[in-house]
Structures are given as C-alpha cells and as structure tokens.
C-alpha cells in the first residue's frame, strides 16, 4: 500500500489533518448542538424550578385562600340581599306599603326614575320620588325605619311642610335612592 510507503513526516502531517478534521467535524455537529441543547434544557428547568416554588408559595397559602374566598362568597351572599339584581319594585313597593301602613302615613306620590348608573360601577341607582303626609313623630319612625329596611334605602332629599290646618301633621316630600346590582356583575 503507497499509505505506508509515505515518510514518517507525510504521516505525521496527514495524521494531522485526519486529527483537526475530525475534531472539526466533532465540534461543529456534535459537541456544539448538544452545548445548545443543553443550555435550552438549563432554561427550561430553571424556569420550571420557578413555577415549582411558586406552586409551592401559592400551596402553602391554600388554606388561607380558601378561607378568604369563602369569606367572599359569604360577603357577596350578604350584599345580593342588599342589593339585588333586578330592581323589585313591586317587593319595595309592598315593604314600603305594610311599614307606611304601620305608621298610619298615607302616601299620594310614588314615583320611581329611571334608573342610574355611575360609569364602572357595580351597581346603579333607582331613583324614587314620594309624597305623603303623617304625624311628624310617625314620619320620624318611618325614616328610622327605612334606614334599617332589609334592603339599603337612601333617602337623599326631604321637605317637610305644615298640612293645611292640622298642626299635628306635616307634608312630606322625598327622593330616596335604592341600589341594584348590575347584570353580568
């Protein structure tokens, strides 16, 4: 074979080159794509290990977490019986008529508004416009009244005047507000 006929030099040198590309072609598609590979895998497992730990913080406060969302759904149970989600004003109208009835007062105006609501808000305003006459001291007890009715009743504007002769009973004259949740809330 003329391979080995070759001087010790010429092997030396085409032992070389054998030698670099080899190590070439190992570096380049081999040891190069799998540093690559490996430092994508670093990636990936420290990104997990971050998702573990705060799997782990979030774990660790489940109980607290459940405990709060309990007490959310409890506080959101409470505030559906203050503020429900349709305004109901036949049921108003009915608790209002048996307290008025209660205090011997007469009403002669009820009028609900259009209803409104504030720009983001969870709920909206239900306007109600009312007159009626009674004993002062009745009046007083009614607006005591409402201020504990099972749903929040605001009275924002009232004007009380004498009833004509009557010294003991007085015209009233109010706007009170009742809160409605909005749908989709």
């Known amino acids: 074979m003329k391979l080995f006929n070759l001087s010790k030099r ?3 040198i085409l032992f070389m080159v054998f030698l670099l590309a080899f190590s070439y072609f190992n570096y380049s ?3 190069l794509p799998r540093k690559a590979r490996i430092e994508n895998l670093d990636s990936e497992i420290s990104i997990l ?3 573990i ?3 782990k913080r979030i ?16 506080k959101m149970e409470f505030m559906e019986v203050l503020l429900p989600k349709e305004k109901e004003i036949p049921e108003f ?3 209002l008529q048996e307290t008025m009835d209660e205090f011997n007062i007469d009403f002669t105006n009820f009028a609900p508004q259009s209803i409104i609501q504030e720009k983001d808000a969870l709920y909206a305003r239900l306007p109600i416009n009312m007159t009626y006459s009674a004993n002062y001291f009745e009046v007083i ?4 009244r409402l201020e504990n009715f ?28 009742t809160y409605v949740l909005m749908k989709g809330n």
């Open 59 to 74: 774990y660790a406060r489940l109980g607290e977490l459940r405990k709060e969302y309990q007490d959310l759904i409890e």
């Open 10 to 12: 010429a092997k030396i």
């Open 53 to 55: 730990e705060e799997g």
């Open 141 to 144: 007890r009614f607006l005591d």
């Open 49 to 51: 290990q971050g998702k």
């Open 150 to 177: 099972p749903r929040i009743v605001d009275v924002r504007e009232l004007s009380l005047n004498p009833a004509g002769d009557d010294a003991d009973n007085v015209n009233v004259t109010m706007t009170m507000f």
């Open 29 to 31: 598609f081999i040891y």
């Open 93 to 95: 109208l009915v608790m």
